[in-house]
């Protein structure tokens, strides 16, 4: 029998693959609770939004209030949380933003959350969950291949690794994940945390390294790789994670975190590289995409590597990515350029590609 799942930030780039992947392969209901800021966007839900099992509530998590009634009107099975303010630039530019959603809201959240948990009966109890999405990047780095001697085994972030975040966006993320671990311990809500590695994928929002770097060398504007361009991300194809989450949500035991990589460390300036190889076979030209490249002074802060150790999930709940980063980056790629309609909407918002964080004061 279906559930009814309410998806937090289900318009923006993960919830909106997570909404997609409920709908289109399971049969659970969806609310999809969103307050459409710049990174959500409803047309990334066009293919299911006529579906009768798909539900919009234009909302702000930090609305008491308006939680509320979205809580009591549809009386969700499984909470999914992944409204947050999610880049690390515009973090160093305009921390509030981030210590109010990723937060306060969250707060917000698990307190409506426990409130109605509070009132459901025996049985609705005994399937309900809290799921909160996280990210990596609460655990800080990890020592990089060019500061330790040749042929030495890299550490990889488990389960266990203690918190050091860099940002004030992981410091917010993971001020959030410690607040819905204390509602569990305290108020025994029933929640279950995971923490992902570097999404990529469809509908992704261009401030971000890969879709900005794909629109970027379209445009023939310079591409821009951070200080040396040598920081290691674990790579994991959106409808991947989305697979992942919802198997979480469905089967992970309450209480419990799990980490969820694509086994994918890569170079920033392998993976610029790598989009600018795949765009000279899909869409050529006369000259190399490569030569738009262009080495641009360091984020402030910048982790130097990421990298999940996801063999809990994987062992418990039997996930693992089904893409590589190669089929991956391809099928992002072409996707791209099969959906200008949609890139080019986004490019006549808010954000026209500029650089964010940058450490202005």
Known sequence: MGK????????????????RHLINGTNHTVINLDKLTYAGNLESLASVSSNERYNFEKVDICNADAVKRVLTAY?????MHLAAESHVDRSI????????????????????????????????????????????EVYGDLPHPDDVESGTDLPLFTEETPYAPSSPYSASKASSDQLVRSWHRTYK??????????????????????????????AGKPLPVYGKGNQI?????????????????????????????????????????????ILDDL?????????????????????????IDASKIERELGWTPEETFESGIRKTIQWYLDN?????????????????GAGRT
């Not at 009386?75 to 909470?79: A, G, H, V, Y």
């Not at 570097?198 to 060398?217: C, D, Q, R, T, W």
């Not at 409808?239 to 949500?249: G, P, T, Y």
């Not at 309609?341 to 808010?350: E, F, I, P």
């Open 93 to 136: 530019d305009g921390p509030g933003e981030f210590i109010q959603t990723n937060v306060v809201g969250t707060y917000t959240l698990l307190e409506q959350a426990r409130a109605y948990y509070a009132q459901l009966d025996e049985a609705k109890r005994k399937i309900f969950k809290f799921h909160h999405i996280s990210t990596d």
């Open 75 to 79: 009386q969700p099975d499984i909470i």
């Open 233 to 277: 991300r674990d790579w994991l194809y959106v409808e991947d994670h989305a697979r992942a989450l919802v198997l979480v949500a469905l089967q992970g035991k309450v209480g419990e975190t799990y980490n969820i990589g694509g086994h994918n460390e890569k170079q920033n300036l392998e993976v610029v590289q790598t989009i600018c190889a």
């Open 189 to 218: 809500l029933p929640v279950v945390i995971t923490n992902c590695s570097n999404n990529y994928g469809p509908y992704h929002f261009p401030e971000k390294l890969i879709p900005l770097v794909i629109l970027n060398a379209l």
């Open 340 to 356: 200008e309609s949609w890139w080019r909407a986004v490019q006549n918002g808010s954000y026209q590609g500029e650089r964010l």
């Open 4 to 19: 009814t799942i309410l998806v937090t930030g289900g318009a923006g780039f993960i919830g909106s693959a997570v909404v």
């Open 283 to 307: 869409r050529p030209k006369k000259e190399q995409y490569a030569e738009q490249i262009a080495f641009v002074e360091d984020r402030p802060g910048h982790d130097m590597r990421y990298a």
